[in-house]
C-alpha cells in the first residue's frame, strides 16, 4: 500500500514522463481535488475519479505543456499518517511556441488505503497566466 510520500514521488514521475498525474487507479472513487485559488471561471473542487479525470484530460488538451523538472523544496508529515504537504516548483514548456517557465506550488496530499483521497493545490493564477502566455485573470 502506497504511503502520501511514495504517491508524491508516483506523481512527480508522471508530470516528468508526459502521463496523467493521476492515473485512474490512483485515484479513490471520491477523491476531492481543491484549487482554492483557481483563475475565474475555472472549478475550485472537483469530486469523483470520473469527473476529475474528464476535467483533467480537456485541460491537458487546451494547454499543451512539458514538465521538464519537478524540484521537491520540502515534504512535511503531519500529525495525521494521510496527509503530507509538500513545497515543489514545476519548470515547463509550452510546446506551441516552445517559451519554458517555471512556478512554485503548495500541495495537500491525502492517501487513504493507498489512494489520493484529496488533493489540494495552491498555485498562482497570474505567475500561472504570464507563465503560459494566457491573459491574466
Known sequence: M???TEVFARMRDNWLS?????EGDLLA???VI???FAA???PDRIVGRDAFVAFASAGRAALPIRFDDCHTTAVHETADPEVIVVEYELAATLTT??????APFVGVLRV???RVAG???YQNPLAMALATGQPPP
Open 97 to 102: 511556441t516552445g517559451v519554458s517557465a517555471s
Open 29 to 31: 472513487d471520491d477523491v
Open 2 to 4: 502506497l504511503t502520501p
Open 18 to 22: 508526459d502521463a496523467p498525474t493521476f
Open 119 to 121: 488533493w489540494r493545490e
Open 34 to 36: 481543491e484549487m482554492p
Open 40 to 42: 475565474p471561471g475555472r
Open 112 to 114: 487513504r488505503d493507498g
